[in-house]
């Protein structure tokens, strides 16, 4: 198994599943405030939610307790690794800000003069959103939790929670709350209501990306009484997966893909139905499994395969920066189904599941096979 884990790492793979150059997140929890009530959860939780993004293969950049000029730089830093081929994911946590139907998230320095002073010295979330939006990339992620009890609602002009919003298309935005709302700091678990119930779904694989957010609302109501009910818009086209089943594709799907767990061949639709001439079909029996000693040398095939196919396609892909271009989306999720099944058989393999790691190798080598016909190799 080592030879697979050398091609993968010199082919410039990043593992589990997917090429953190395509996933980026910025992760920020602000909760040690200067001049208003200190929060106990919103490092806990930006730094939870990092490990487990990592774990998902997004390239997550994590900041604590900053000041404004801290989260502007994250922000920068934060953009301008999106491109076409991005699925972006933002999450913030502490305290917000709602002046005149507007949203802006709190730095820790933050100190209110007046209504007009929070435009310059807040991070606005609708202009952060648009600016996600226009940097093309295909997925954008926004989640905020940042509806507490605070200290600046006495201003006239701010209302509490926080301001309905528009996803743009290819976007969605979850709030710990609905709009207007307050959400609770829950003082006596590690994380928010809402995180803490993020966190226990994303962990959960084959979740589409809506159904990952239904779970966090029932589950944050239960708790809370009906007290906290979280709140999402989406313009999100197609299904998008943070952890998915068996091969399914990493990337955004068209909701008529079908899926790849439920395959039947004619053989197994017709057992048990009778023939034209009334004999009844006698099944096929399946074919001897393969032996662990078979399975190893065909997993270090598929690597050496995958190696060459992924040197090509790094090649291309530096060609095309130069020119200002992006892959093809369709190679993008192959090169994604690739990487992720690879790993799949490893797994299995090792854990003795050799019919699932046979099953995740024939996924691998239909995307390797579209990857090289794609690449003439």
């Known amino acids: 198994m080592r030879i697979l884990s ?9 593992l589990p599943g997917l090429s953190a150059a395509n996933r980026v997140a910025l992760v920020i929890g602000n909760g040690r405030y200067q001049h208003v009530a200190p929060l106990r959860n919103p490092a806990h939780d930006a730094e939870d939610l990092g490990t487990e993004l990592r774990r998902l293969g997004f390239d997550v950049q994590s900041v604590l307790d900053a000041d404004q000029p801290s989260m ?47 435009k310059y010295d807040a991070v606005s979330a609708s202009k952060l959103h648009d600016r996600m939006a226009a940097t093309g990339s295909k997925l954008n992620i926004v989640i905020l939790d940042a509806c507490r009890t605070n200290g600046f609602a006495s201003s006239r002009s701010s209302s509490a929670g926080l301001a309905a919003m528009n996803a743009a298309r290819g976007s969605f935005i979850a709030f710990s709350t609905a709009p207007g709302r307050i959400a609770a700091d829950n003082p006596d678990g590690r994380n928010g209501l809402f995180t803490g119930y993020l966190l226990e ?29 979280p709140w999402s ?11 998915p089943a068996d091969g399914r594709d990493l990337d955004l799907v068209s909701d008529d893909a079908p899926d790849p767990q439920v395959t039947l061949t004619s053989a197994q639709a017709g057992s048990g139905v009778r023939q034209a001439g009334g004999a009844t079909p006698v099944a096929t029996p399946p074919p001897p499994a393969a032996s662990s000693a078979d399975l190893d040398e065909r997993l270090t095939l598929l690597a050496s395969r995958a190696a060459g196919v992924n040197q090509t396609l790094a090649q291309l892909k530096q060609a095309q920066a130069q020119s200002g271009l992006g892959l093809r989306r369709d190679m993008v999720g192959a090169e994604q189904r690739m990487t992720f099944n690879l790993q799949q058989a490893e797994q299995r393999l090792g854990a003795g599941d050799n019919a699932g790691a046979a099953r995740s190798m024939d996924l691998a080598e239909k995307a390797i096979e579209q990857l090289e016909r794609f690449l003439g190799r």
């Open 72 to 118: 502007e730089r994250a922000i920068e830093t934060f953009l301008a690794k999106l491109g076409p081929d991005s699925e972006a994911l933002f999450q913030y946590s502490g305290h917000g800000l709602q002046i005149d139907q507007e949203n802006y998230l709190i730095p820790v320095d933050f100190r209110l003069k007046d209504a007009a002073s929070v």
């Open 6 to 14: 050398l091609c993968l790492l010199v082919a410039g793979f990043v």
């Open 233 to 243: 818009s989406s313009s999100v086209i197609g299904r998008f997966y943070f952890s």
């Open 201 to 229: 779904a994303l962990r959960v694989p084959g979740l589409p990306l809506d159904e990952v957010f239904n779970r966090v609302r029932e589950k944050t109501y239960a708790a809370s009484d009906g007290e906290q009910v």
